[in-house]
């Protein structure tokens, strides 16, 4: 299945917290990361994205209306993986994203990671997957690619997502 892994900040000047992510994490390019999938019912591409309030789908053409796209790099699961098990199949897609699709957007790991760090200090967020942020969701996939270990995914940032996504790109070019 072919998916892109999406990496943007909102259009409006003052959205502080996007300021405050990409100042922590030292980079300008984006705050926020999303997947971008193709839906064959409304035949149009769909963002699925944790953003505050929640985890939401929204078509495309609206999420550009608000946010300044960087970059969309395209990832084919199946390319990281030796295996052809149901795990990385479209269909194991869509079962997550409707698994946590509308859970709350967790503003508090959030700030965990934010302070992690601007003060170098580890923490360990112990909690059941209630709540997301935009890494998480990314990071769940790369988990099941084997490329995260799932304690890892909980405090990354948008751009160790982006790097991931540009080694990957690479290797596939490679084939």
Known sequence: MDLKVGFSKPKAKWKILSKLICWVQGWDKASHTYLVLWDDASQQEIVFQAAFPKVSLMPKSEFIKANRVYEEIPINIQDH???TDY???EEYVWNMIY???NK???IIQLFLILWKLATGRNYKMRRPDAAYICTEIIGKLFVDMGLYKVD???TKTVKDIYKVCKFLEKSRKKD
Request: proline letters at 7%.
């Open 104 to 106: 709350p957007y967790s």
């Open 87 to 89: 795990i990385y199949t």
């Open 81 to 83: 993986v030796n295996s």
């Open 152 to 154: 890892e995914i909980q």
């Open 99 to 101: 698994t946590i699709l």
